[in-house]
């Protein structure tokens, strides 16, 4: 069975970098796509970023030009690293995979397996 593991959540002030990372049981180069989802508490689960087999990589509104998404093909690790933190940022952070993502890399539905989360909050 294959297991995500997100671990680099905690506390960061306003204007300030983290990066978290997803560690992949399973080789990360044979994925269609691996994604970072983010949900707060009441509301829907959204797609953060997205990275393809390609490394054709895809960005929501809110985060393009703050945050990259990325693969470390040594490690089996997917990493997001998050630059310029505002409190809209204070998430759950999710990690996923998918076989095939061809109908939308941000619906959940596409992602077969899903790391249990990591808490991010941006306050000062």
């Known amino acids: 069975q294959v297991r995500l593991s997100e671990h680099g959540g905690g506390s960061v002030q306003p204007g300030g970098s983290t990066t978290l990372t997803c560690h992949v049981s399973?080789?990360?180069?044979?994925?269609?796509?691996l994604a970072w989802f983010r949900q707060v508490p009441g509301e829907e689960r959204e797609g953060v970023a997205v990275i393809d087999a390609n490394g054709i990589r895809h960005y929501a509104d809110s985060v393009k030009g703050r945050f990259l998404i990325s693969k470390d093909f040594a490690n089996n690790t997917l990493l997001l690293k998050m630059n310029d933190l505002n409190p809209g940022a204070t998430a759950m952070y999710f990690c996923?995979?998918?076989?095939?993502?061809?109908?939308?890399?941000?619906?959940?539905?596409?992602?077969?397996?899903w790391g249990k989360g990591t808490q991010d909050t941006v306050s000062s």
């Open positions: 399973a080789y990360v180069g044979r994925w269609i796509c």
């Open positions: 996923a995979a998918s076989n095939d993502c061809s109908r939308g890399a941000f619906r959940q539905t596409e992602y077969n397996f």
